[in-house]
Protein backbone atom coordinates (compact mmCIF):
# COMPACT_ATOMS: atom_id res chain seq x y z
CA UNK A 1 0.00 0.00 0.00
CA UNK A 2 2.33 2.62 1.21
CA UNK A 3 4.69 1.62 -2.46
CA UNK A 4 1.17 3.01 -4.24
CA UNK A 5 0.71 6.14 -2.40
CA UNK A 6 4.50 6.81 -2.87
CA UNK A 7 4.08 5.91 -6.56
CA UNK A 8 0.83 8.14 -6.47
CA UNK A 9 2.30 11.29 -5.49
CA UNK A 10 2.64 14.38 -7.95
CA UNK A 11 1.57 11.81 -10.93
CA UNK A 12 -0.58 14.30 -13.52
CA UNK A 13 -4.51 12.97 -12.79
CA UNK A 14 -6.62 12.36 -15.83
CA UNK A 15 -10.37 11.05 -15.53
CA UNK A 16 -11.52 8.95 -18.19
CA UNK A 17 -14.85 7.75 -19.00
CA UNK A 18 -15.74 4.38 -20.95
CA UNK A 19 -18.65 4.55 -23.07
CA UNK A 20 -20.59 2.76 -25.57
CA UNK A 21 -23.49 0.47 -26.30
CA UNK A 22 -24.04 -2.37 -23.78
CA UNK A 23 -22.77 -5.55 -23.95
CA UNK A 24 -20.06 -4.25 -25.77
CA UNK A 25 -16.68 -5.47 -23.21
CA UNK A 26 -16.54 -2.19 -21.60
CA UNK A 27 -16.78 -3.77 -18.21
CA UNK A 28 -14.41 -6.72 -19.05
CA UNK A 29 -12.16 -3.50 -20.76
CA UNK A 30 -12.07 -1.91 -17.53
CA UNK A 31 -10.90 -4.92 -16.13
CA UNK A 32 -7.99 -5.58 -17.77
CA UNK A 33 -6.80 -1.83 -17.88
CA UNK A 34 -7.02 -1.47 -14.11
CA UNK A 35 -6.88 -5.21 -12.88
CA UNK A 36 -10.10 -4.69 -11.38
CA UNK A 37 -13.81 -4.44 -11.90
CA UNK A 38 -15.61 -1.34 -11.63
CA UNK A 39 -18.33 -2.78 -9.62
CA UNK A 40 -15.94 -3.83 -6.40
CA UNK A 41 -14.44 -1.29 -4.89
CA UNK A 42 -10.94 -0.67 -3.76
CA UNK A 43 -10.95 1.43 -1.05
CA UNK A 44 -12.73 1.45 2.46
CA UNK A 45 -14.74 4.00 1.42
CA UNK A 46 -16.65 2.96 -1.35
CA UNK A 47 -17.28 -1.10 0.52
CA UNK A 48 -20.77 -2.73 0.46
CA UNK A 49 -22.94 0.07 -1.79
CA UNK A 50 -24.46 -0.27 -5.27
CA UNK A 51 -23.45 3.01 -7.34
CA UNK A 52 -24.97 4.07 -10.50
CA UNK A 53 -21.84 5.00 -11.97
CA UNK A 54 -18.05 2.39 -11.78
CA UNK A 55 -15.43 3.91 -10.73
CA UNK A 56 -11.51 2.32 -10.78
CA UNK A 57 -8.52 3.14 -11.10
CA UNK A 58 -4.65 2.66 -12.33
CA UNK A 59 -1.31 4.06 -12.32
CA UNK A 60 0.49 3.50 -15.71
CA UNK A 61 4.16 2.85 -16.03
CA UNK A 62 6.28 3.50 -18.87
CA UNK A 63 9.46 1.16 -19.25
CA UNK A 64 11.55 1.26 -22.61
CA UNK A 65 8.83 2.59 -25.19
CA UNK A 66 5.99 0.00 -23.83
CA UNK A 67 3.27 1.35 -21.18
CA UNK A 68 1.69 -1.19 -18.69
CA UNK A 69 -0.45 -1.36 -15.36
CA UNK A 70 1.74 -4.04 -13.68
CA UNK A 71 3.93 -1.54 -11.74
CA UNK A 72 7.59 -2.39 -13.92
CA UNK A 73 9.43 1.11 -15.21
CA UNK A 74 8.36 4.50 -14.37
CA UNK A 75 5.33 6.23 -13.27
CA UNK A 76 4.03 8.15 -15.57
CA UNK A 77 -0.17 8.85 -15.22
CA UNK A 78 -2.94 7.81 -12.65
CA UNK A 79 -6.17 7.37 -14.24
CA UNK A 80 -9.59 7.26 -12.58
CA UNK A 81 -11.62 5.46 -14.77
CA UNK A 82 -15.75 5.75 -14.93
CA UNK A 83 -17.79 3.40 -16.29
CA UNK A 84 -20.88 4.73 -17.75
CA UNK A 85 -23.84 2.50 -18.24
CA UNK A 86 -24.88 1.61 -21.86
CA UNK A 87 -28.40 0.93 -21.72
CA UNK A 88 -30.69 3.49 -23.16
CA UNK A 89 -32.62 3.33 -19.79
CA UNK A 90 -29.63 4.66 -18.17
CA UNK A 91 -28.67 7.66 -20.43
CA UNK A 92 -28.99 10.02 -17.60
CA UNK A 93 -26.41 8.30 -15.55
CA UNK A 94 -24.22 8.43 -18.57
CA UNK A 95 -24.77 12.11 -18.63
CA UNK A 96 -23.71 12.91 -15.33
CA UNK A 97 -20.25 10.75 -16.02
CA UNK A 98 -19.77 12.73 -18.63
CA UNK A 99 -19.60 15.79 -16.77
CA UNK A 100 -16.98 14.42 -14.36
CA UNK A 101 -14.45 13.40 -17.19
CA UNK A 102 -11.99 14.86 -18.57
CA UNK A 103 -11.41 12.64 -21.57
CA UNK A 104 -13.29 9.54 -22.58
CA UNK A 105 -13.07 5.63 -24.34
CA UNK A 106 -15.95 4.35 -26.70
CA UNK A 107 -15.90 1.10 -26.77
CA UNK A 108 -17.57 -0.32 -30.33
CA UNK A 109 -17.52 -4.25 -31.10
CA UNK A 110 -16.42 -5.24 -34.19
CA UNK A 111 -18.79 -8.05 -34.52
CA UNK A 112 -22.20 -5.76 -33.86
CA UNK A 113 -20.90 -2.25 -35.07
CA UNK A 114 -22.17 0.99 -34.42
CA UNK A 115 -25.68 0.83 -32.45
CA UNK A 116 -28.18 3.46 -31.93
CA UNK A 117 -27.02 3.78 -27.92
CA UNK A 118 -23.31 4.11 -29.52
CA UNK A 119 -24.57 7.44 -31.17
CA UNK A 120 -26.51 9.06 -28.13
CA UNK A 121 -23.25 8.15 -25.95
CA UNK A 122 -20.77 9.64 -28.85
CA UNK A 123 -23.13 12.91 -29.22
CA UNK A 124 -23.72 13.19 -25.04
CA UNK A 125 -19.91 13.33 -25.32
CA UNK A 126 -20.16 16.09 -27.82
CA UNK A 127 -22.73 17.56 -25.46
CA UNK A 128 -20.79 17.91 -22.73
CA UNK A 129 -17.95 18.82 -24.76
CA UNK A 130 -15.52 16.58 -24.10
CA UNK A 131 -12.34 16.74 -26.34
CA UNK A 132 -9.99 13.78 -25.89
CA UNK A 133 -11.44 10.57 -27.26
CA UNK A 134 -10.02 7.21 -28.14
CA UNK A 135 -12.18 4.63 -29.69
CA UNK A 136 -11.57 1.19 -28.65
CA UNK A 137 -12.82 -1.13 -31.37
CA UNK A 138 -13.09 -3.96 -29.02
CA UNK A 139 -13.87 -8.32 -29.87
CA UNK A 140 -11.74 -8.05 -33.10
CA UNK A 141 -10.81 -11.84 -31.72
CA UNK A 142 -14.69 -12.80 -32.72
CA UNK A 143 -14.19 -11.42 -36.15
CA UNK A 144 -12.39 -12.19 -39.33
CA UNK A 145 -9.93 -9.35 -40.62
CA UNK A 146 -12.23 -8.46 -43.66
CA UNK A 147 -15.21 -7.64 -41.29
CA UNK A 148 -12.78 -6.18 -38.84
CA UNK A 149 -11.47 -3.87 -41.50
CA UNK A 150 -15.06 -3.36 -42.74
CA UNK A 151 -15.85 -2.37 -38.89
CA UNK A 152 -12.96 0.30 -39.13
CA UNK A 153 -14.22 2.46 -42.18
CA UNK A 154 -17.30 2.11 -40.84
CA UNK A 155 -16.30 3.78 -37.73
CA UNK A 156 -13.92 6.49 -40.21
CA UNK A 157 -17.23 7.17 -41.71
CA UNK A 158 -19.01 7.68 -38.23
CA UNK A 159 -16.62 10.42 -36.83
CA UNK A 160 -15.91 12.23 -40.19
CA UNK A 161 -16.37 15.66 -40.38
CA UNK A 162 -17.07 15.36 -35.84
CA UNK A 163 -15.05 16.74 -33.05
CA UNK A 164 -13.63 13.02 -33.00
CA UNK A 165 -12.31 13.06 -36.53
CA UNK A 166 -9.09 12.41 -35.66
CA UNK A 167 -9.09 9.90 -32.89
CA UNK A 168 -7.20 6.81 -32.77
CA UNK A 169 -8.77 3.94 -33.52
CA UNK A 170 -7.08 1.16 -31.41
CA UNK A 171 -8.17 -2.71 -32.36
CA UNK A 172 -8.42 -4.67 -29.46
CA UNK A 173 -9.44 -8.18 -27.52
CA UNK A 174 -9.97 -7.03 -24.09
CA UNK A 175 -11.18 -11.04 -23.62
CA UNK A 176 -7.48 -12.48 -24.64
CA UNK A 177 -5.52 -8.97 -23.82
CA UNK A 178 -4.36 -7.79 -27.06
CA UNK A 179 -3.53 -3.86 -27.48
CA UNK A 180 -4.45 -3.16 -23.97
CA UNK A 181 -0.78 -1.39 -23.82
CA UNK A 182 -1.71 0.65 -26.84
CA UNK A 183 -4.72 2.23 -25.03
CA UNK A 184 -2.33 3.00 -22.21
CA UNK A 185 -0.03 4.60 -24.81
CA UNK A 186 -2.58 6.93 -25.96
CA UNK A 187 -3.64 7.77 -22.41
CA UNK A 188 -0.58 9.16 -21.74
CA UNK A 189 -0.36 11.37 -24.75
CA UNK A 190 -3.73 13.18 -23.73
CA UNK A 191 -2.94 16.56 -22.41
CA UNK A 192 -3.86 17.12 -18.58
CA UNK A 193 -6.30 20.33 -18.96
CA UNK A 194 -5.28 23.09 -16.72
CA UNK A 195 -6.82 23.10 -13.35
CA UNK A 196 -7.91 25.83 -11.52
CA UNK A 197 -7.21 25.69 -7.78
CA UNK A 198 -7.60 29.09 -7.31
CA UNK A 199 -11.07 29.63 -7.30
CA UNK A 200 -13.39 28.97 -4.40
CA UNK A 201 -14.33 25.04 -3.99
CA UNK A 202 -16.96 23.46 -6.41
CA UNK A 203 -17.18 20.02 -5.98
CA UNK A 204 -19.93 17.89 -8.01
CA UNK A 205 -21.29 15.16 -6.11
CA UNK A 206 -21.44 11.66 -8.61
CA UNK A 207 -22.48 9.89 -5.72
CA UNK A 208 -23.29 9.75 -1.70
CA UNK A 209 -23.25 6.38 0.64
CA UNK A 210 -22.91 4.94 4.13
CA UNK A 211 -20.10 2.85 4.15
CA UNK A 212 -20.98 0.94 7.59
CA UNK A 213 -21.17 -2.43 7.38
CA UNK A 214 -24.52 -3.81 9.18
CA UNK A 215 -23.49 -4.44 13.47
CA UNK A 216 -20.77 -1.99 13.55
CA UNK A 217 -20.07 -0.95 17.22
CA UNK A 218 -20.92 2.94 17.56
CA UNK A 219 -17.69 4.13 17.92
CA UNK A 220 -16.61 2.38 15.26
CA UNK A 221 -19.01 4.17 12.54
CA UNK A 222 -18.14 6.55 9.58
CA UNK A 223 -19.70 9.65 8.35
CA UNK A 224 -21.44 9.56 5.54
CA UNK A 225 -19.13 10.26 2.55
CA UNK A 226 -19.57 11.97 -0.65
CA UNK A 227 -18.09 10.86 -3.65
CA UNK A 228 -17.27 13.17 -6.94
CA UNK A 229 -15.19 15.45 -8.65
CA UNK A 230 -13.53 18.68 -7.62
CA UNK A 231 -13.98 20.81 -10.38
CA UNK A 232 -11.86 24.18 -8.97
CA UNK A 233 -10.46 25.27 -5.98
CA UNK A 234 -8.98 23.06 -3.51
CA UNK A 235 -10.50 21.59 0.05
CA UNK A 236 -8.94 19.87 3.18
CA UNK A 237 -9.68 17.73 6.37
CA UNK A 238 -11.35 19.83 8.81
CA UNK A 239 -13.05 22.29 6.37
CA UNK A 240 -16.37 23.54 6.94
CA UNK A 241 -18.70 22.76 3.46
CA UNK A 242 -22.16 23.68 2.30
CA UNK A 243 -24.19 20.98 0.19
CA UNK A 244 -26.86 22.20 -1.90
CA UNK A 245 -29.88 21.70 -2.57
CA UNK A 246 -29.33 19.27 0.09
CA UNK A 247 -32.19 17.55 1.37
CA UNK A 248 -35.33 17.39 -0.12
CA UNK A 249 -37.87 17.01 2.88
CA UNK A 250 -41.99 17.31 2.74
CA UNK A 251 -42.98 20.53 5.11
CA UNK A 252 -46.98 21.61 5.04
CA UNK A 253 -47.73 18.93 2.23
CA UNK A 254 -44.60 21.03 0.33
CA UNK A 255 -41.38 19.46 -0.90
CA UNK A 256 -38.41 21.90 0.04
CA UNK A 257 -34.84 21.63 -0.15
CA UNK A 258 -32.74 22.71 3.01
CA UNK A 259 -29.04 23.17 2.77
CA UNK A 260 -26.48 20.72 4.82
CA UNK A 261 -23.73 22.34 6.60
CA UNK A 262 -20.74 19.71 7.82
CA UNK A 263 -17.60 19.21 7.90
CA UNK A 264 -14.59 17.56 6.39
CA UNK A 265 -13.48 14.21 8.32
CA UNK A 266 -10.96 12.49 6.02
CA UNK A 267 -10.07 12.94 2.19
CA UNK A 268 -9.47 9.87 -0.23
CA UNK A 269 -8.11 8.81 -3.21
CA UNK A 270 -8.08 5.94 -4.92
CA UNK A 271 -6.87 3.82 -2.02
CA UNK A 272 -4.86 6.66 -0.30
CA UNK A 273 -5.98 8.78 2.30
CA UNK A 274 -4.89 12.47 1.81
CA UNK A 275 -4.62 15.88 3.80
CA UNK A 276 -5.45 18.39 1.13
CA UNK A 277 -7.23 17.98 -2.78
CA UNK A 278 -7.18 19.63 -5.61
CA UNK A 279 -8.89 19.33 -9.08
CA UNK A 280 -7.87 16.21 -10.87
CA UNK A 281 -9.06 12.61 -9.82
CA UNK A 282 -12.36 11.41 -8.43
CA UNK A 283 -12.24 11.64 -4.65
CA UNK A 284 -14.42 10.38 -2.11
CA UNK A 285 -14.95 12.74 1.38
CA UNK A 286 -15.94 11.40 4.57
CA UNK A 287 -17.73 13.94 6.71
CA UNK A 288 -19.89 14.07 10.54
CA UNK A 289 -22.58 13.76 8.77
CA UNK A 290 -25.41 10.77 9.80
CA UNK A 291 -24.97 7.93 6.88
CA UNK A 292 -28.97 7.91 6.92
CA UNK A 293 -28.61 11.14 5.03
CA UNK A 294 -25.89 10.13 2.93
CA UNK A 295 -26.55 6.48 2.04
CA UNK A 296 -28.01 5.13 -1.91
CA UNK A 297 -27.03 8.42 -3.44
CA UNK A 298 -29.38 10.75 -1.93
CA UNK A 299 -27.04 13.61 -2.47
CA UNK A 300 -25.99 13.05 -6.19
CA UNK A 301 -26.79 15.55 -8.19
CA UNK A 302 -26.03 18.61 -5.56
CA UNK A 303 -22.67 20.93 -5.22
CA UNK A 304 -20.26 21.47 -2.38
CA UNK A 305 -18.38 24.24 -1.63
CA UNK A 306 -16.99 25.99 1.50
CA UNK A 307 -19.74 27.44 3.61
CA UNK A 308 -20.84 30.36 2.58
CA UNK A 309 -20.17 30.22 -1.32
CA UNK A 310 -23.12 28.99 -3.40
CA UNK A 311 -25.49 30.58 -4.78
CA UNK A 312 -29.08 30.38 -3.41
CA UNK A 313 -31.40 27.60 -5.03
CA UNK A 314 -33.07 27.97 -8.03
CA UNK A 315 -36.30 27.10 -10.07
CA UNK A 316 -35.65 29.37 -12.89
CA UNK A 317 -33.02 29.06 -15.47
CA UNK A 318 -31.80 30.72 -19.03
CA UNK A 319 -29.80 28.91 -21.49
CA UNK A 320 -28.17 29.34 -24.55
CA UNK A 321 -29.12 26.36 -26.57
CA UNK A 322 -27.57 24.45 -29.86
CA UNK A 323 -29.50 21.58 -30.93
CA UNK A 324 -28.62 18.52 -32.62
CA UNK A 325 -29.80 18.09 -36.71
CA UNK A 326 -31.19 14.70 -35.67
CA UNK A 327 -32.52 12.50 -32.60
CA UNK A 328 -29.75 10.23 -31.27
CA UNK A 329 -30.53 6.77 -30.04
CA UNK A 330 -33.07 5.99 -32.02
CA UNK A 331 -33.06 3.48 -35.23
CA UNK A 332 -34.96 5.65 -37.34
CA UNK A 333 -33.85 8.92 -38.44
CA UNK A 334 -35.71 11.91 -36.96
CA UNK A 335 -34.71 15.20 -36.87
CA UNK A 336 -34.79 17.45 -33.90
CA UNK A 337 -37.81 20.00 -33.92
CA UNK A 338 -37.31 23.43 -32.45
CA UNK A 339 -37.94 24.02 -29.03
CA UNK A 340 -41.59 25.34 -28.31
CA UNK A 341 -42.83 27.43 -25.08
CA UNK A 342 -44.64 25.09 -22.98
CA UNK A 343 -43.04 21.82 -23.70
CA UNK A 344 -41.18 19.69 -21.07
CA UNK A 345 -37.44 19.18 -21.38
CA UNK A 346 -34.90 16.98 -18.97
CA UNK A 347 -31.79 18.84 -18.23
CA UNK A 348 -28.87 17.50 -17.19
CA UNK A 349 -26.50 20.04 -15.26
CA UNK A 350 -23.18 18.99 -13.89
CA UNK A 351 -24.42 15.64 -12.20
CA UNK A 352 -27.75 16.54 -10.98
CA UNK A 353 -31.18 16.04 -13.10
CA UNK A 354 -33.97 18.38 -13.60
CA UNK A 355 -37.08 18.54 -15.43
CA UNK A 356 -38.81 21.97 -16.48
CA UNK A 357 -41.12 23.86 -18.39
CA UNK A 358 -40.03 26.26 -21.40
CA UNK A 359 -41.35 29.77 -20.45
CA UNK A 360 -39.49 32.32 -23.04
CA UNK A 361 -37.72 31.71 -26.02
CA UNK A 362 -35.62 34.44 -27.43
CA UNK A 363 -33.71 33.15 -30.12
CA UNK A 364 -30.96 30.35 -28.91
CA UNK A 365 -31.82 31.05 -25.11
CA UNK A 366 -34.75 29.47 -23.63
CA UNK A 367 -36.39 30.39 -20.36
CA UNK A 368 -37.72 27.07 -18.14
CA UNK A 369 -39.35 27.01 -14.78
CA UNK A 370 -37.77 23.89 -13.07
CA UNK A 371 -39.51 21.17 -11.29
CA UNK A 372 -36.24 20.34 -9.07
CA UNK A 373 -34.29 23.25 -8.35
CA UNK A 374 -30.31 23.44 -9.15
CA UNK A 375 -27.46 25.51 -8.41
CA UNK A 376 -26.98 28.01 -11.23
CA UNK A 377 -23.44 28.65 -11.91
CA UNK A 378 -23.21 30.70 -15.21
CA UNK A 379 -21.14 28.83 -18.25
CA UNK A 380 -21.62 25.41 -16.44
CA UNK A 381 -22.58 22.82 -19.55
CA UNK A 382 -26.07 21.27 -20.02
CA UNK A 383 -27.72 17.99 -21.79
CA UNK A 384 -31.33 18.72 -22.91
CA UNK A 385 -33.79 15.74 -23.70
CA UNK A 386 -36.93 15.60 -25.01
CA UNK A 387 -39.37 13.02 -23.92
CA UNK A 388 -40.37 11.02 -27.38
CA UNK A 389 -41.82 7.58 -27.83
CA UNK A 390 -41.80 7.43 -23.63
CA UNK A 391 -38.02 7.59 -23.56
CA UNK A 392 -36.29 10.73 -22.78
CA UNK A 393 -33.79 11.45 -26.15
CA UNK A 394 -30.96 13.69 -26.14
CA UNK A 395 -31.75 16.67 -28.69
CA UNK A 396 -28.74 18.77 -27.85
CA UNK A 397 -26.97 20.86 -25.12
CA UNK A 398 -26.46 24.16 -23.62
CA UNK A 399 -24.73 26.92 -21.40
CA UNK A 400 -26.31 28.75 -18.34
CA UNK A 401 -26.67 32.29 -18.97
CA UNK A 402 -27.91 33.08 -15.57
Not at 299 to 319: H, M, Q, R
Request: hydrophobic letters at 40%; charged letters at 25%; proline letters at 4%.
Amino acid sequence: MANKSAEQENLPELNVGVVGHIDHGKTTLLSKLTGKFTDTHSEELKRGITIKLGYAETIIFKQGNEFNNKKEGIPVKYISFIDAPGHEMLMVTMLNGAAIIDAAILVIAANEGIKPQTKEHFMALQAKKIKNIIIVQNKIDLVTKEQALANYHEIKKFVKGTFAENSPIIPVSAQQEININKIFEELVKIEIPKRDTESKPVFLIARSFDINRPGTEAKNLHGGVLGGILKQGTLKIGDEIEIKPGLNIKKANQQIYQTITTKILSLHKGDKSVNEVIPGASISIETELDPLLTKSDSLTGCLASLKGNLPEITYKVKIKTELFKEVLGMAEHKPVENIKTKEMLMLSINTSITVGVVEKIRGSEVELILNIPIIALAGSNVGIARNINQHWRLIGWGEIVE
